[in-house]
């Protein structure tokens, strides 16, 4: 769940500064021309317009989405649409990637073929490629930093990086390959050093930290000063280098991505929510360590959810996990259990936790239980003759 948030936080923009200008530039006002189902005003480059026809591409969808490309003086539909071919996608494709990132068509021939090159380091054919293209498009059509992009795919590739994993940063953590090569390089090193001054064995470091940029690359995006800022606040705190490293593992490096006063924040209303010690705490967040993560306006909702459903503060703080919990997903698992005549409110909390797989999976268990017949019918009876 963390990992979605964070992925949608962190995609950028894929209107560039001179696009924004030109779009600028060229929309008109309402006053100067009527939409009608087919065509619009004559200020739209016609050669595109009748391109984009060509590859049977709906140009409507492109007018109400990213009307300003229409209005481009140098497109290349053709160009594009020839390297996508080129690439094995069909008609029917590429009249798809242009529709939903018509930005492609301001995109020249050279750069689109570069950026091809760039992630064919990462695809083991061309299927594999149009694939993703078609999947991302916005990703694969937003060029710049090509040189640097290249570079950083080797950097990982040399790290041990598996190319599916990289291909996944490509689309959906594009920020960290435009990161100067030097940069990733530095936090790199800054990660190796913190796991080892931490207590982590040299055997262990690569494992981990490929586990650690597969669930967070953002990771790279941080200053290796505000990592060494966050560890040294964890440790003012009691945790040990021992703890510091299960946080930092358990949040999959979110961690380093909290400020010490934010860090802080939470923790101090935690500790007056469940009116416990600084080492009960410390336990708390040890078990759930989300609790450093979430912002005291997130906390205190969901702790007033749980509280609003009958479930007492000592039940949170026996199973602080549940907390990870929103408000609308723990009242629809509470609805699914009492239809069993389960009542969560009288026992732990274990059956609520969990991923929605896992939460499927006890409920199933407990339905079959619950209409599990007191004897087996068709065991044999054990009678003395």
Known sequence: MLWKLLIRSQLCRLCSFRKMLSASKYRPSLASFTYTTDHQSNKENKRT???LYKFSVDIRKIRRLKGWVLFEDETYVEEVADVLQQLGADEATVASILERCPEAI???PTTVNTQREVWQLVCKNEQELVKLIEQFPESFFTIKDQETQKLNIQFFQELGLKNVVIGRFLTTASNIFHNPIEKNRQMISILQESY??????E????VWLLKLLSQNPFILLN?????????????EQGF?????????SKLKGFLFQLCPGNIQNSISFSKNAFKCTDHDLKQLVLKCPAILYYSVPVLEERIQGLLKEGISIAQIKETPMVLELTPQIVQYRIRK???LGYRIKDGHLANLNGTKKEFEANFGKIQAKKGRPLFNPVAPLNVEE
Not at 240 to 248: A, S
């Open 203 to 206: 055997a262990n470091m690569k």
């Open 49 to 51: 317009v009748e391109k």
């Open 106 to 108: 301001v995109c020249s």
């Open 223 to 235: 200053s290796s000063a505000a990592i060494k800022k966050t560890l040294e606040f964890l440790q």
């Open 337 to 339: 259990l009492n239809s």
């Open 196 to 201: 080892l001054n931490l207590g982590g064995s």
């Open 240 to 248: 040990t280098n021992f703890e510091i490293l299960q946080l930092l």
